[in-house]
Structure formats: structure tokens, C-alpha cells
């Protein structure tokens, strides 16, 4: 189940359409606001829902930066009580699976640390090229990785085999990230449904049930590993 991939550089910050990471993203949004840049200057693609989750009772970094730049139409799902990173797997596999999603494409972001940082129009034009159903951003952090959940996957019936070919070394010593992905609704909804299967208790991250998965749906599931669509550290 090797993955192969050529070798890449990635791509330095803001040669690409989202910034996703905190700090980075922040400065981001304060410089355009500076600069009158991009100022409502995008709209959002027909064929492109965009989607974010959070509880905030305020605009989020991501809402603002779509705001400023003047893209309009975009989803907010919100939940309630206590936060959860896998609130927002139910809340996008529900979005779709309850006829919501009209468009051929759907876009999440996480609420609190991405930006719109050029046209959505090069977000569909980038996926198409990576030719799959689904793509996940990438971080060189093994942070929220899979020995964690090992004993839980394992009980719930994850082959040992996927496991280990989840937990190899990253390409390019990198590995994928939840808090950006693209791709065909229905697949989305497969994908997210699968791997809620796995959820309890114990399991509240998840970008941990993404990534002991990712291999089931490879290649139809791939990884921005070269930040070509997002960047992050």
C-alpha cells in the first residue's frame, strides 16, 4: 500500500489560495486590511459550497476574511454546548447527507485559524489537477496521531496493515491535516461517515480518525503534501 509520490518543495506562505495556520493567518487578514488588498474583490464559484463549523458568538477569522474580500453565499454550521473537533465531521456529513449541498464541489475550513488569501476560483481550478475525490491539507506535525487511538482502532476492528501504513513516516515527513479539505460531496459523506464509526468517548479528535482511514480510501483520498492548495507549517 506504498504511496508514491514524487519529490516536491512546498511552496512558501501565500503562494497559495487559504492560510491555515493561526498566527500566520492573522497577520494575513491584518495586512489586507491594511492594504485595501483583495478588498471585495472575489466571488464565490457556483460550483463551490463553502463551509465552516464552530460555537463562537462572534465572527470567526475565517468568516472575516471572507467578508473582507467580499465572497458572499458561504455556509456557517453551528453547535452547541461543549466543542468537539469531531463536531464538525457530524456536522458536514449531515450537511450533505440531508440534501443541503447543491454544488459539485464542497470546501471546509476551520473557523479559527484559516483566511481566504486569493480567488476561490484557483481552490476548484488546483483540486481538479490533483485528479481524486477528496483532498485533505498537510502539516509536519504528527500531532493527534495514530498510536493514541491504537488499542481503540484495533478493538473496533482497523486491520493491523492500515494502521502501519498510516503510522509511517510522512511524505516528505509530513502528514495530512483535517482543518482544510475539498472534494465531491458524496464522497465526503462516505468518507466522514466511515470514520465516524470509531468515535467514543476516548476519540474526540478528528483528524486522528482521518488519518487511521486515509489509507481505505487512498487514492481516491489524497494529501496536499506540497501546499499547493493550503499552506501550513
Same mark, same amino acid.
Given at each position: 500500500m506504498k504511496e508514491k509520490v514524487r519529490k516536491v518543495k512546498k511552496k512558501k506562505c501565500g503562494e497559495?489560495?487559504?492560510?491555515?495556520r493561526e498566527w500566520k493567518a492573522e497577520v494575513a487578514l491584518k495586512w489586507m486590511w491594511a492594504q485595501g488588498w483583495w478588498y471585495k474583490r472575489f466571488t464565490k464559484p457556483k460550483e463551490l459550497t463553502?463551509?465552516?463549523?464552530?460555537?463562537?458568538?462572534?465572527?470567526? !477569522?475565517?468568516?472575516? %476574511?471572507?467578508?473582507?474580500?467580499?465572497? @458572499?453565499? &458561504?455556509?456557517v454550521l453551528k453547535t452547541e454546548g461543549e466543542?468537539?473537533?469531531?463536531?464538525?465531521?457530524?456536522?458536514?456529513?449531515?450537511?450533505?447527507?440531508?440534501?443541503?449541498?447543491?454544488?459539485?464541489?464542497?470546501l471546509f475550513c476551520d473557523a479559527r485559524d484559516c483566511v481566504m488569501w486569493d480567488d476561490p476560483?484557483?481552490?476548484?481550478?488546483?483540486?481538479?489537477r490533483f485528479n481524486c475525490k477528496l483532498?485533505?491539507?498537510?502539516?509536519?506535525?504528527?500531532?493527534?496521531c495514530y498510536r493514541y487511538w491504537k488499542g481503540e482502532m484495533y478493538h473496533k476492528g482497523?486491520?493491523?496493515? !492500515?494502521?502501519?501504513? %498510516?503510522?509511517?513516516?510522512?511524505?516528505? @515527513?509530513? &502528514?495530512?491535516?483535517?482543518?482544510v479539505f475539498i472534494g465531491?460531496?458524496?464522497?465526503?459523506?462516505?468518507?466522514?461517515?466511515?470514520s465516524l464509526r470509531y468515535i467514543s468517548d476516548t476519540i474526540t479528535s478528528d483528524q486522528g480518525l482521518i488519518r487511521t482511514i486515509q489509507p481505505i480510501f487512498h487514492p481516491y483520498l489524497k494529501?496536499?503534501?506540497?501546499?499547493?492548495?493550503?499552506?501550513?507549517?
Amino acid at each position: 500500500m506504498k504511496e508514491k509520490v514524487r519529490k516536491v518543495k512546498k511552496k512558501k506562505c501565500g503562494e497559495q489560495p487559504i492560510i491555515h495556520r493561526e498566527w500566520k493567518a492573522e497577520v494575513a487578514l491584518k495586512w489586507m486590511w491594511a492594504q485595501g488588498w483583495w478588498y471585495k474583490r472575489f466571488t464565490k464559484p457556483k460550483e463551490l459550497t463553502i463551509l465552516t463549523v464552530h460555537n463562537y458568538n462572534e465572527k470567526s !477569522l475565517f468568516e472575516r %476574511s471572507m467578508d473582507f474580500t467580499g465572497i @458572499k453565499g &458561504y455556509e456557517v454550521l453551528k453547535t452547541e454546548g461543549e466543542w468537539k473537533h469531531t463536531n464538525k465531521l457530524v456536522q458536514v456529513r449531515d450537511y450533505i447527507r440531508n440534501g443541503r449541498c447543491k454544488t459539485d464541489y464542497l470546501l471546509f475550513c476551520d473557523a479559527r485559524d484559516c483566511v481566504m488569501w486569493d480567488d476561490p476560483k484557483k481552490i476548484v481550478e488546483i483540486f481538479e489537477r490533483f485528479n481524486c475525490k477528496l483532498l485533505f491539507n498537510s502539516t509536519m506535525s504528527p500531532v493527534g496521531c495514530y498510536r493514541y487511538w491504537k488499542g481503540e482502532m484495533y478493538h473496533k476492528g482497523l486491520d493491523e496493515k !492500515l494502521y502501519n501504513w %498510516s503510522n509511517r513516516i510522512g511524505v516528505w @515527513k509530513r &502528514y495530512l491535516n483535517s482543518g482544510v479539505f475539498i472534494g465531491k460531496p458524496l464522497f465526503i459523506e462516505e468518507v466522514l461517515d466511515f470514520s465516524l464509526r470509531y468515535i467514543s468517548d476516548t476519540i474526540t479528535s478528528d483528524q486522528g480518525l482521518i488519518r487511521t482511514i486515509q489509507p481505505i480510501f487512498h487514492p481516491y483520498l489524497k494529501v496536499d503534501y506540497g501546499n499547493e492548495l493550503v499552506y501550513r507549517n
